[in-house]
């Protein structure tokens, strides 16, 4: 089993910049890739960030330039970095793993951490 615990959100004016720490515990030697999701009130949950244990990443297009993803492997620790921070970037934001042989992060969970953006 891998634990994980995010931490970072809160709120900020449109404009702003936040950055969110995800630190995995437990069997992390089965993690391969991990990520960040958002859900916003009544919309699907969406994959916004994906950086697999090799150090590869990929963003999603409505964060792209805006956002970044990177990992301290000494700290089993993945960040994710929002600047230039939208009011629709509002959101609840979920730490997510997925194991070995996968490049989605759907296996573990996070308990999810508010980001709100006033305009």
């Known amino acids: 089993q891998v634990q994980l615990v995010e931490s970072g959100g809160d709120l900020v004016q449109a404009g702003g910049s936040l950055r969110l720490s995800c630190t995995a515990s437990g069997s992390i030697f089965t993690i391969n890739v991990m990520g960040w999701y958002r859900q916003a009130p009544g919309k699907q949950r969406e994959l916004v960030a994906v950086?697999?244990?090799?150090?590869?990443?990929n963003l999603a297009d409505s964060v792209k330039g805006r956002f970044t993803i990177s990992r301290d492997n000494a700290k089993n620790t993945v960040y994710l970095q929002m600047n230039s921070l939208k009011p629709e970037d509002t959101a609840v934001y979920y730490c997510?793993?997925?194991?070995?042989?996968?490049?989605?992060?759907?296996?573990?969970w996070g308990q999810g951490t508010q980001v709100t953006v006033s305009s």
């Open positions: 950086i697999i244990s090799g150090g590869s990443f």
């Open positions: 997510a793993a997925g194991l070995k042989g996968k490049m989605v992060p759907n296996d573990y």
